[in-house]
């Protein structure tokens, strides 16, 4: 039989890119927490670490790409952004020390969600720029974690999200357009947050994500007749999770207390034998470079594979040797379960700021 | 071989000016291409200008756009000045290299708002960066920023204070409307391109949805204009899932407009006297349209899943369509807007088989189902009617029947797999939904043998 192995060497090539060092500072963090540290050892006795995470530089780092205005830009000086502010917060969540914590700037970062925030309730992406379902969960994952929640911060923003949701059952970028799996799982994991999965249609949703897994390659799709990609790996299987709880709220009885519902051993296999770079790190399909964003991606798809339900219902299907195993996700922030409740916990102790910045509808959004 | 600041200098220079020049030399570049040659050449020049393409050797590549680059945010950070001139090519090098840099997209926004670009230049620069990155989000955001932007110029009130600010030349021949149509066609024109480019473009047939929310709201003609030109696309690209999903935009927004100019047709206005006027003299005509609409798609999907068996994105379409159409006709049946259940409920039943122990018979012979609803003389219903065999419309039997003859000619796992997947859709989600769409008895216990 062959053996499966998992080698993770984080490299560090600089990409010219924009929004890149906030993203690859949680890529790579959150890539890093995935392992254990015992994991790290065993795994890659063959390849070297070269993984350096100074904290505190990191902090300093992110500090830099915050603006004054509030949020985090791709990099310093630079506007803020939301996919930035995501990246950075969790990345700042991974690392869970006070001097992390107290780089956000929480009250700029609620004047700066007011800033973005649109009267039909969706967000846009930075100021000035444009709407799509990305931008609800960006805000919904940073305000919840640091505890930013006003009553009307999210005004109107599940109605709008449930607008994205179309005939197909997945989520569409905006309003009208095709499901999508990145679309779907944002729209969907910001409603988990503010409370109100119950409003989908869940079980289409149901229906179409699961026939996004591929049954040759085992792997997901990101939309219909589409090539699997390992980076759904995680924002599609990534829906079961929530789905099981959505239902399971709702108390339906015939809920798996086993398994998500999705072929767990299939995927686990189409990660570990085709997303995997020789030389360490992760990517989409054979034939494709490595990069920060799928290393990232499908070692959290990997991770959701191999962990089943919470506490007493927790059960682990690891494929291949023991080494193979990951530490367990939280499904909606994508960071991990103890530094997600330690971000709450310590961002709770704070109060609520008050919004010191114009409102939407005062700003010129032209 | 370490190249010193100096070397690089020169080098960018060179390639800045040589793109510059290439623009002039031939305003009619239509695509932009990396040229695979890793091998650095100094003395060369990178850019290739071949009749209309523009090649941009890759050697220079990892030069260039660092430094590009790092000027153009050396000058955001107002620690290097930077003239307009420059901008503009800098910007146009960087952009034509890596079309997702936002900050240089910035740019060149801030040069159109002070009136140093002309917008037709940066429209002209999205579509040659298209043609190398069909995808890239941030060149649809920027071509959609600069249409909201032209729009806005080209208002009413916009155009008089052009006007008065600089003499008319030739700018008075132009009408509004002329130019928006060219502009409409041009935008479908870019993205049929980017869409042929890369499969399933998601980018580009949301900007085509886009376009037709924003520059042609409500625009019947487009529409219409829009399904026929896409229909040979979609019969050439039968997996692309975006393609279809557009037509099936497409079919919503027509029957949802259709369905409006229904509703002001259905209120005649009354004389004075007491009596109602006639509405349009074929008032009917959008209840025809859209069932018409919705059997032409049907027809084409049959025909495609036919000829070429087992494309997953046929069946997702015909499910859509399927769903649309059903939607519609429960809309229909049960909606305020309607102006003749009786016709709908006779249109059911000549669409539909005979049950096997059906009293109603299927039939033309319609005064014997509206007789009792409508008294006087013959209403457009019964004219229609009476013009000649109606179109047989999607519904469940014929459904199911054309799942079966599938399955019995087909030779392909996965279009069996697709049509067994449909059917079991059809009975668990339509069937299921709506009474009047259960499929009769006889049928099922056909399909329950394996």
Redesign the interface.
Known sequence: SCSLSITVHVFSNLIMEEASPPLRCFSESHSSELFSDDGVQTVTSREQVSLTLSISYVCQFLARCQSPTGGFGGGPCQHAHLAPTYAAVNALCILGTEEAYEVISREKLLDFLYSVKQPDGSFVMHVGGEVDVRSAYCAASVASLTNIITPTLFDGTHNWILSCQNWEGGLGGVPGLEAHGGYTFCGTAALVILGKEHMLDLKTLLRWVTSRQMRFEGGFQGRCNKLVDGCYSFWQAGLLPLLHRAFFKEGDSTLSVSSWMFERKALQEYILLCCQNPGGGLLDKPGKSRDFYHTCYCLSGLSIAQHFGNKDLHNELILGRDENRLVPTHPVYNICPEKVAQAIEHFHRLPVPVQTGPTPSAMDQS | MAESEEEVDVLVQRVVKDINNAFKRNPNIDEIGLIPCPEVRYNRSPIVLVENKLGVESWCVKFL??YV?NRLLLY??RKQWLDREALVDITCTLLLL?P????AWNVRKELLQCGVLNPEKDLYLVKLALSKHPKSPETW?HR?WVLQWLQKECSPSGQELKDQAEPRGDAVGRRPCERLQRALQEEMRVCADAAGRY??N?NA??HR?WVL?NMAKGNLKVLHDELSSTRLWVSMHL????GF?YRQ?LLKALARELSQVGETELHPSKQPNGESTAGASDDNHHNDVIPQLFHEEMELCTDLIESFPG???LW?HRR?VF??WHQWRREHLQGAGSQSPPLTHTDVLLSEEPCDDSSTSQTMDVDCVLDGSKHGSYTQDTKRLKRGPLLPHPALPSEHTFVSRILTDCRSTEQNRFAIAYRKWLDSVIGFHDPYMQRPRHITLIFLAP
């Open positions: 756009l660092p680059h955001r950070q890596n997702d840099f936002t900050t955001i959609r499969p399933s998601y047939w949301s949805i929310q997996s692309d899932h975006s999903h935009h494309h997953e994105t997702c859509h769903y649309l």
